[in-house]
């Protein structure tokens, strides 16, 4: 077994001599809220395991516990809300961890991932909370590629820095919430995080050269909503988000021709056997059973997009008793699903039937509130900067200096 190096006591008066407790102070943000993010890797049941991939160091609070070598396996585990680290013959309990690079300037390598700033292992429940702490800025250094197409060489410049902007705004609403133990998840729940292992240079150089701005509305940080291909028009915030209203998430038409025209998914297909789109309907609770038969599907009101306000589907069932279902909004996309079983793309789309097949032509993906990802794209190869799509998509909004004291 390769050795567990603890550090010398001379060194760093670390250790305890009687045990390897650790400090039964709890877990809690280690500066000023706004100067870190912590973000959600990875929620873990009561016990796991993981083995090391670069040297790294177990600390608990200010004091370092060991330094930990590649190779030697970490056994984790929530003992009564208190996180137990068995490495080899040393064992060490406290109310959390955190797991530090040996130098400030490289990342701390975790379970096939790179991340900068600190891991910490934290309980939550009978559970652990597996939280990557790093500055602002760095975080969206691992945010942007994976929200984002860079493109070729600097054509997508300006929507990359307008995007940055977005998502810097974004964040810091999500640090404004003061949760407990972490601020955002690391997927689409919030934003798609990859850490430092998917950095770009001209990602990094946007990051760098809009540092600090948001948009604000009203001297207050904006609510930036945004997806990937708006499908022609962008909607209106109250169509889709409960008691969101805002004067500037209104949609807006996405130019003449769509700019988001160059995205994939600006059109696409999908075809559902009857027998799926009824399961579809039973798995939601719209129906009791699955043997029912579908008369027909009317599209009964859209919104000013052309987003389906109202899809109504009448049926029959094995009795031949008359039912019918409404689908409304958003939900329809979580109702439907695609064939992938992923939310449907948007709701922006015609029905046909072909014999026993339900297709389902549409255009777009995602909610379609806010910036339109791929039209922001088209206007930054069209010339516009920054401070145009932004105010394109957000009008009415300003880009101002976030000042986090």
Known sequence: ???????PFFILLILFLSSCSGSKESYKRTTAAGSLIRVLLDEEPGSYEFISEAPFYLKNGDSYLALVNPGNKLVISNNNDEVEVVIGDKNFSGKYFQ???????????????AYRGTINIVPDGSGIHIINELSLEEYLKGVIPKEMPSGRGNEYYEAL????????TYTITKLKE??????????????VYGGSGIEKEIINNVVDETRGLILTYDDKPAVTFYSSTCGGHTEDAANVFKNVDLPYLKGVKDGDEPYCSISPKFTWTETFPEAKFIERLVSAGYLDNSGCKIQNININSTFRSGRINELEIDLTDNHNNPKSVSLYGNNI????????????ESNIFTVARKGDDIIINGRGYGHGVGLCQWGALEQSKEGRTHEEILSFYYPGTKIEKYNDQ
Not at 161 to 168: D, G, L, M, N, V
Not at 179 to 191: C, S, Y
């Open 333 to 344: 996309r979580y109702v439907l699903k695609t064939s992938g079983n992923s939310i449907l």
């Open 1 to 7: 077994m390769k050795k567990i190096y603890l550090i």
């Open 161 to 168: 820095k307008a995007f940055t902007i977005c998502a810097r």
């Open 99 to 113: 797991l530090t690079s040996r130098s400030n300037e490289d990342p701390v390598a975790y379970r096939g991932g």
């Open 178 to 191: 003061n949760k407990k133990l972490f601020d955002v998840f690391a997927d689409t729940r919030d934003q």
